[in-house]
């Protein structure tokens, strides 16, 4: 919306209406309610069940990796399916459940609402993007039909195209998936710019929105390039067009730098939005404005920008030139200034907080501790002469367990039972709750810290046998993997649990200010039943909660008539910071 | 799921997500100027491949280039100038509400694609014949080079993925035409005509690139 | 260009030519023997110049929000910073990187 004209708004506050009979989940029946729905809530939970089966397969098939790497021999399964078997979990995890985790699932559900519109600004791409990330699953599990793919998730050439496994089937999924991630971010990056309520600019944006916009615009630069890498490898395979093959005088590095052109950048898509929960949880439950609004902010840019630079410290070893491992070494470091900038806000803002230490802050601590430490890793690794011995080790699988599960998944985990009440209307086991968050975090160290020190002593990765020094360690981690179930075990009973039998969420359980707290929960169909106004920003819990409360007065304001469903649009609504009242 | 509020018979086309038909036109062209920066960065890898292998073999790309036909690479620039000139003189007629004119520009648009579609069916059809295939399948003895099959994959790719756009464009203006007749775009609403315009510039514009890189090199 | 800008028909024709004169150009060029890189870089630089003509006339950016503008020209920043960097390993694979002699 324009920012132009400082017109006075007539505005008052609306009450929330708790528990309202009809809600986004019941107002319309049936499947195929659901699998047309142009409401950006139900696509996001779409995909939040779509990714827990994601997590669930890839989950399996780690826990079976971990177990045949009990003894150092073959234990249960053979070489070939364990490399068949790593490749589907990097794959399963990678593409259907980190990448559209946070964004397409809990991003989905709450950008609307949190800007106050009344849903993206494309909702039938939002659904296609849904769809399309389902065809290219279903291409996934036509390869692990069809021969499985035992390349990496890498599909490094020349290997890639020599193996007999179905490697076309595979990328042509992660390709068709690409496209469903470049629909959310484009739809994403539209809605933020256009649909915002009167009174939401960019300073009051609540920080997961202004790390949404930074993933968003990651997944629509780096995104094509994965579709062009993966096309030209299909190519390859097909056709032997000989750009990436060594054997018919192409070259397999620039394969590399083509596939980490995007995949680097994709690790911020991971975790960027983890970010944002981060801040959404640590200052909602120190209720406390966050400490360095734009400093937060913007290092979720300079971490989209720098994060294009450095793709090459995955390909030290490669046989690139040593000019660019230099240069590549170099830039690397500079990704940890504004990760640490972040880290050291989330701290600050604790600082003198009356924080209460509910589950989904629990989760944010042990993101923060996690974090912290594979991102430190991160920055040993990027050192040239450190990676060239660490290059290919378990200290590497460490590392990006580290970020990637104690990273981003934690933080997801922390999102989901933040807005666990708002998306479904019922609280969980506050007990429960934190046993399994207790659990989860003591089997994650004990399943990836013995593999920093297997790493650096020489354990190589994705190998089904090692040598027996290696035994106690290797055990350790299985047993944590054991455990690691366990924990998840405990929270889909309580989750599941609360669904049937939980007892009713109030609108606002955790004394936020954002707006998705200031709606029925869950909410209603169009959001709200007004146009909301925002006047103070995201985190300013000194101020009266009713203030966050103010919509645009009048009744002809939008889809404020329950008589008609659809109302008129007629009013015109000139936004401008200055709403005139108070 | 309704999608128009109905409220007044102009506003028909407004989703119910938007305030105004201006939100609802901004919030689209700017969608589709970001879905332009994908279509670059795809088209970008092409680019970086051409430029890498064309840096490590400039007398492949020199001997190969003599193979391409440039008066037929020249005829298919200008069919494409003229394309974008009539697509965008399909936008002005709705913004002056001239239906007629709005058929008779989306129809040109289309008889030029498919010309420029022709001409490259020949082209195609003349290097297939003399075995100047993608690497794989490459057969033509004409070129001096052990990598001159690489360059041919390289063309393809490029050119192709340009024609299989082509090949969208066209269903899209032809989707645009039906709903033209239909007298659906107007003044006060002709977004769709404007984004499939944009797509339409974007497709000319690899094409300005692709036909000095591919046919003019010496 | 917002909704209600109108085209100038005039701009348009006057674009369309440009573009043919320009296409000649470089053809014509073509044919004339620069010194090596100097060929590549007139033919880009035409070229380049060509779609600056149609993105600012036929594309409307000329009228529109310099926002849009921006994010056209990020595409460009992105692929040359792909390219430019991929250049630094591929024109130097065979040069050892020294410091200390
Ligand atoms: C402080 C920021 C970070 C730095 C400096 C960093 C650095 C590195 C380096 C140098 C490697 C290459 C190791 C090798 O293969 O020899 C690596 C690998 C990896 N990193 Fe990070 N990293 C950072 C953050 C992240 C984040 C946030 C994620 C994901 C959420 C991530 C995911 C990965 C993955 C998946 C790999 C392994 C890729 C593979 O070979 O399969 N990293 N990291
Ligand atoms: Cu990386």
Redesign the interface.
């Known amino acids: ?1 324009a920012d132009s004209g400082s017109r006075t708004l007539r505005i008052r506050e609306f009450p929330i209406e708790e528990n309202p009979p009809k809600n986004y989940l019941n107002h319309e029946r049936g499947l195929m309610s659901w699998l ?4 950006h809530k139900r696509i996001g939970l779409m995909y939040l069940a779509s990714i827990v089966i994601a997590f669930f397969l890839g989950g399996m098939l780690a826990v079976g990796l971990r177990t045949e790497l009990w003894t150092p021999a073959g234990t249960f399964i053979d070489a070939d399916t364990y490399n068949h078997i790593f490749t589907l979990h990097g794959v399963i995890m990678v593409f259907l459940f980190i990448i559209p985790s946070i964004p397409a699932a809990l991003g989905n559900i709450f950008l609307p609402i949190m800007l106050g ?7 039938r ?1 939002n659904l296609a993007s849904f769809w399309v990330y389902s065809l290219g699953a279903v291409f996934a599990l036509y390869s692990i039909a069809h021969g499985g793919v035992d390349t990496g998730w890498t599909f490094y050439t020349p290997y890639s195209t020599e193996t007999g496994s179905a490697v076309i089937s595979m990328t042509l999924g992660a390709f068709i998936m690409g496209f469903s991630s ?1 629909m959310t ?3 994403f ?3 933020i ?3 915002r309520s009167p009174g939401m600019s960019w300073g009051r944006m609540p920080l997961f929105l202004w790390s949404l916009y930074a993933t968003s615009i990651i997944q ?6 994965l ?3 993966l096309l ?1 490898l299909v ?1 390859e395979r097909a ?5 990436f093959d060594p054997a ?4 397999p ?2 394969y590399q ?2 596939f980490w ?1 995007y995949s680097h950048p994709a690790v911020y898509i991971m975790i960027v939005p983890a970010f944002g929960i981060i801040s959404e949880l640590i200052t909602t439950f120190s209720r406390k404005v966050i400490f360095g609004y734009w400093a937060i902010a913007l290092s979720s840019l300079a971490i989209a920008f720098i994060g ?2 450095v ?2 410290h995955h390909m030290f070893v490669s ?10 070494s170099f830039l690397t470091f500079f990704v940890g200034i504004p990760t640490g900038i972040k880290v050291l806000n989330w701290v600050t803002t604790l600082y003198r907080g009356s924080i209460s230490l509910k589950t989904p802050m629990l989760y944010a601590m042990i993101f923060l501790i996690l974090f912290t430490i594979g991102g430190v890793t991160g920055i040993m690794l990027g050192a040239l002469s450190v990676n060239v011995h660490l290059h290919d080790t378990y200290y590497v699988v460490a590392h990006f367990h580290y970020v990637m599960m104690g990273g981003t998944v934690f933080a997801f985990l922390g999102g989901l039972h933040y807005w666990w009440p708002k998306i479904f209307g019922k609280m969980y086991n506050e007990f429960w709750a934190k046993v399994s968050a207790v659990i989860l975090f003591i089997a994650f160290n004990v399943t990836f810290l013995p593999q920093f020190v297997m790493g650096s002593q020489g354990m190589p990765r994705r190998y089904f046998n090692y040598i027996e020094e290696f035994q106690v360690m290797h055990q350790i981690s299985t047993v944590g993997s054991w455990m690691l179930g366990v924990g998840f075990i405990i929270m889909a009973i309580y989750l599941v649990h609360s669904l049937y039998k939980g007892e009713k969420a109030p609108s606002n359980p955790w004394g936020g200010r954002t707006l998705e707290w200031m709606t029925a929960s869950p909410p209603i169909h169009h959001n709200f039943e007004h146009t909301p106004v925002i006047i103070h920003g995201p985190y300013d819990h000194h101020k009266p909660i009713r203030e966050f409360r103010l919509g645009i007065a009048g009744s002809d304001n ?2 404020g008539h329950h008589t008609n ?9 000139e936004s401008g910071d200055q709403t005139g009242s108070r | 799921m309704a999608n128009n509020s109905g409220a007044a018979e102009k506003e028909a086309h407004l989703a119910h997500h938007f305030v105004d038909s201006e939100q609802q036109f901004e919030a689209s062209k700017l969608g589709m100027w970001v879905f332009l920066v994908t279509e670059i960065l795809f088209f970008g890898g092409l680019f970086v491949a051409y430029i890498v292998y064309r840096s490590w073999h400039p007398d492949l790309f020199e001997q190969a280039a003599m193979t391409l036909d440039t008066t037929l690479g020249a005829v298919n620039t200008g069919v494409l100038i003229v394309s974008s000139l009539t697509i965008v003189l399909a936008v002005r007629a709705a913004q002056i509400n001239d239906q007629r004119q709005q058929l008779i520009m989306l129809g040109s648009t289309i008889a030029l694609a498919i010309t420029f579609m022709v001409v490259k069916y020949f082209e195609y059809a003349s290097k297939f014949e003399a075995g100047m295939l993608p690497a794989g399948l490459y057969t033509y003895e004409g070129i001096e080079h052990e990598l001159a099959p690489v360059f041919y994959s390289i063309y393809y790719m490029l050119t192709g993925l340009h024609g299989i756009h082509v090949i969208i464009g066209i269903g899209l203006i032809s989707w645009l035409m039906v709903n033209a007749a239909k007298g659906t775009y107007h003044s006060g609403y002709f977004t769709p005509i404007e984004i499939v315009a944009l797509y339409w510039h974007l497709v000319d514009i690899i094409w300005i690139f692709l036909f000095p890189l591919l046919y003019l090199i010496e | 260009m917002s909704l209600h800008h109108v085209l100038p028909l005039k701009t348009m024709i006057g674009t369309a030519v440009a573009l043919f004169v320009l296409t000649i150009l470089t053809v014509a060029v073509y044919y004339i023997d620069f010194p090596d890189p100097l060929n590549t870089i007139v033919a880009l630089g035409i070229a380049t110049v060509k779609a600056a003509l149609v993105c600012m006339f036929f594309m409307g950016l000329y009228w529109d929000t310099k926002f849009n503008t921006l994010v056209l020209l990020s595409s460009l920043l992105f692929f040359l910073i792909m390219i430019g960097i991929i250049l630094l390993d591929t024109l130097f694979r065979d040069a050892p990187f020294q410091i200390y002699g």
């Open positions: 919306m047309f729905t142009l409401d519109a009344k849903d993206v600004a494309f909702p791409l470049i971010g484009v739809n990056i539209a809605t710019h256009k649909m629509v630069l780096a995104t094509p390039v579709g062009i890498t030209l190519m056709l032997g067009i000989g750009i018919l005088g192409g070259d590095v620039l730098h083509f052109f294009f630079l793709w090459g046989g690139q030139s040593e000019l660019s491992s230099v240069v590549f939008g889809h469903g659809d109302g008129a649009h007629t009013e015109e609504v």
